[in-house]
């Protein structure tokens, strides 16, 4: 069957639609990393006291679901835009205590260079496999869901157990699970599941965030104080 004009019109406008959200989801990405940096760079210089334990998890648990509350109430305005470059800055200055045991070791520097590049590597390969593969990775949703939630209770488990051994295999389930989050996140724009690029963009960002974060944790069983 010969698709008629109107058809077609309406085919080329939807993937024009779908292609600005990515694209505006992308360059929203990598502005809000100034932000991350920023807060990192404070916390780092400042050395800024963070909670730490249960308490500290439950009032970080707290702001951050009030922010990505904001954002979903905001997304529709420039006012989102804003409300997520302040919860990248949150999430920067939450960076401090594991950027600030990374720095203690001699080649604490390198680590995070490392940490950073291998996140840029799995978000570059991720993004065009979801952007290229003409597999459907829909179904995956559900079971990265299951797995978050298992991932999440391990690690508030382990904040009370204190277990290395439990936190190495926490950290490499992190990164798989969020690697994955990305090949599903990503081609839910394109497929036209997500159609708002700053409910898109935090989704991305939470994805890159918990790699680096997990990335630097292993990296850092590495490090040397010498």
Request: overall charge positive; glycine content about 10%.
């Amino acid at each position: 069957m010969i698709p008629s004009l109107q058809q077609t019109y309406d085919l080329g406008s939807t993937q024009a639609v779908r292609h600005r959200v990515l694209r505006n989801t992308y360059w929203l990405l990598a502005l809000s990393m100034i932000p991350t940096v920023l807060g990192a760079f404070i916390g780092v210089s400042l050395k800024l006291p963070m909670l730490s334990g249960g308490m500290g998890f439950i009032v970080f648990m707290a702001i951050a679901f009030g922010f990505i509350f904001a954002i979903e109430k905001t997304k529709d305005s420039a006012a989102g835009v804003a409300v997520l470059l302040g919860f990248t800055f949150f999430m920067g200055l939450m960076l401090t205590p594991l950027l600030r045991h990374t720095l203690g070791y001699s080649n604490g520097g390198s680590l995070i260079m490392t940490a950073f590049g291998g996140t840029a590597c799995v978000f570059a390969v991720m993004a065009s496999i979801a952007t290229t593969s003409k597999r459907d990775f829909s179904a995956m949703g559900s079971w990265l869901m299951a797995g978050l939630v298992v991932l999440v209770l391990a690690s508030i488990a382990n904040i009370f157990l204190g277990m290395s051994a439990l936190s190495i295999v926490i950290s490499v389930l992190a990164i798989g699970i969020f690697s994955a989050f990305i090949l599903f996140d990503v081609q839910r724009i394109i497929n036209g599941g997500e159609t708002n690029y700053i409910r898109a963009t935090l989704s991305i960002y939470l994805d890159v965030y918990n790699i680096f974060t997990s990335l630097l944790s292993l990296l850092g069983l590495g490090g040397s104080r010498d």
